[in-house]
Nanobody, 121 residues
Framework: VQLVESGGGSVQAGGSLRLSCAVP????????VGWFRQAPGKEREWVAT???????AYAASVKGRFTISKDNAKNTLYLQMTNLKPEDTAMYYC?????????????????WGQGTQVTVS
């Protein structure tokens, strides 16, 4: 299963970006999918998830600023990021097909994208 992310880039603090993750060979609508991020020298950190019933959950650090959504017809996951801060700088990864454990743990996800860089200055 291939996950293809796009939409990363460089932005000034306070700006916005929208990340996309195409998952053409997996039924996104029937799966729990999410976003993680990893800054240099730090562990991979959970950002947000959305499940098969469209219930969402967010890390405290992004709640109120980021919005996760998906288009089931396009098998695509999105992360709308607003009011970006320098501490949001990281490589962002989409993850799909959660199987077990906490939704916030990367260990439970079966498939990962290659990552897209977000830099906030």
């Amino acid at each position: 299963v291939q996950l293809v992310e796009s939409g990363g880039g460089s932005v000034q603090a306070g700006g916005s970006l929208r990340l996309s993750c195409a998952v053409p060979t997996l039924n996104v609508g029937a799966n729990c999918v999410g976003w993680f991020r990893q800054a240099p020298g730090k562990e991979r950190e959970w950002v947000a998830t959305i499940d098969s019933d469209d219930r969402t959950a967010y890390a405290a650090s992004v709640k109120g600023r980021f919005t996760i959504s998906k288009d089931n017809a396009k098998n695509t996951l999105y992360l709308q990021m607003t009011n970006l801060k320098p501490e949001d700088t990281a490589m962002y990864y989409c993850a799909a097909d959660w199987r077990t454990g906490a939704l916030s743990s990367p260990d439970g996800y079966q498939y990962w994208g290659q990552g897209t860089q977000v830099t906030v200055s």
